[in-house]
């Protein structure tokens, strides 16, 4: 029943979409061509609840299969009874290849998923996927509907084109042949209908770039298990062109690199899956070996501590990243550039607030300790500087404050911090 259940969620939209096209199909026809039965019972509507059958809706639920309410058509109101009851029974089917094209058009538009960011690629691909069924459901409708099988279109379309053949049976009639239909369906014995129309509608159907992110992903997987790293290299390549924000793709690349002696591009694709990545410790070793690696090992122990941080309390790991992007927000503000400055004699803590107030910088002066320095809120500072940063100026107040070792400041929690703890250097960021 769950299946079922699962089965009929992921057909409902299709089925409500292309039966009550379907049925309106029918119903404007017969109106445009003189019947206007079907319009005084309110059919010609775009309200599937005008179109759907409680039998047929509730079928959904035990079968792989549903139906609408069949439109009433009265012959002796068409002006040409046999050409006309052929077209009225021809746009059912026409409706759903409509809906069929309609849908190959929007699957263009959103066939590329990866093109417009990490965001909107969950989107694009279920409305992708979405569409595909839709598509594929309303190919069957009209597939099945051509079926010499009352009470589908085909019973009515065939012998208005074959001599001999009689276009109507009774309702007891209507109903052996419906459960004749669902036997078929039932025991598989339309499978090979089913299949061959599913297949060659996926043959022409947009493509996602999913399906050939995934093809070069496995590509690449298999020509590096083959020890063909260059061919691994250049499939992984091909699917980040595709999509930037693969990881999977990034580390694919990296193993392949690092096998091939480029440990340089190996380190780049690695650094770029920990920005996707940031809680994965074994990233963070992968990248600290690299750069044993390339004798930079400054950079090797920070990774290998990350990682241990990682592997112990990632909580921690949280609050140290969230630390560090507040102190590189300082570092940029540091950055920026002053055309002019001057301060003759001014009390350092005006000039103190000079930064705070031109780079908008949390600046944190620890009064006390400077007095214990005989460096004073009053303590005059010179500065004439042309274009010069931030950090620069900041660097000329504190070395003026105090003649000989200049003032030491620092960067943390993400304000700038005077004097710097621990006794760092001039710039202890």
């Known amino acids: ?22 049925e309106f199909a029918h119903a404007w026809s017969a109106s445009l061509l003189g019947d206007d039965f079907a319009r005084r019972q309110g059919r010609v509507s775009l309200n599937p609840l005008r179109h759907l059958s409680a039998l047929g809706t509730l079928a959904l639920l035990v079968l792989p299969f549903g139906w609408g309410k069949p439109v009433p058509v009265n012959l002796y109101n068409f002006r040409r009874p046999k050409w006309d009851y052929l077209l009225t029974s021809l746009a059912g089917p026409a409706a759903n290849l409509f809906v069929v094209g309609l849908c190959f058009l929007l699957m263009l538009a959103t ?12 989107f ?23 079926l010499p099988i009352p009470p589908l279109d085909g019973s009515k379309i065939w012998p208005c084109l074959i001599p001999g053949l009689k276009p109507s049976f009774g309702r007891r009639t209507v109903w052996v042949f419906i459960i004749l239909l669902i036997v078929l369906l039932q025991t598989g014995r339309l499978d090979t209908v089913v299949r061959t129309v599913i297949e060659g509608v996926l043959h022409w159907m947009p493509a996602s770039d999913s399906e050939a992110l995934d093809h070069l992903r496995a590509q ?9 790293y260059a061919e691994a290299e250049r499939s992984f390549t091909a699917a980040l062109a595709m999509n930037p924000w693969s ?33 994965d410790p074994e990233y963070r070793e992968w990248r600290a070996g690299l750069y044993e690696a390339l004798n930079r090992k400054d950079e090797a122990v920070g990774d290998w501590e990350l990682a241990e941080l990682l592997h112990g309390d990632p909580g921690a790991f949280a609050a140290l990243e969230a630390g560090r992007r507040a102190n590189r927000g300082v ?47 009053e303590t005059p500072v010179t500065a004439n500087l042309r274009d010069v ?33 621990g006794g760092g250097p001039p710039s202890a960021e």
Request: charged share 25%; aromatic share 6%; hydrophobic share 45%.
């Open 331 to 377: 570092l940029d503000k540091l950055k920026v550039a002053l055309p002019k400055v001057e301060f003759s004699g001014a009390p350092l803590s005006d000039a103190l607030q000079f930064v705070r107030d031109v780079a908008e910088l949390d600046v944190e002066v620890d009064w006390e300790a400077l007095a214990a320095e005989k460096v004073y809120r």
């Open 124 to 146: 694009l691909l279920v409305g992708h996927y979405g569409l595909m069924m839709v598509a594929l459901i309303n190919v069957l409708l009209a597939v099945l509907n051509l």
């Open 220 to 228: 690449g997987t298999k020509a590096h298990e083959d020890g063909e």
């Open 247 to 279: 990881g999977e793709c990034l580390s694919g690349r990296a193993a392949a690199r690092e096998k091939l002696g480029n440990l340089n591009g190996a380190l780049e694709d690695v650094s770029r899956a920990i920005e996707l990545r940031r809680f």
């Open 111 to 122: 066939r590329h998923c990866y093109r417009y960011g990490p965001l909107a690629e969950p």
């Open 1 to 22: 029943m769950g299946m079922r259940l699962l089965q009929a969620v992921l057909f409902l939209p299709g089925l409500l979409i292309g039966l009550t096209l379907h």
């Open 389 to 421: 940063t931030v950090r620069e100026a900041l660097k000329a107040f504190l070395g003026s404050a105090r003649e000989g070792e200049p003032i030491r400041y620092g960067v943390a929690d993400g304000k700038v911090i005077i004097p710097a703890p």
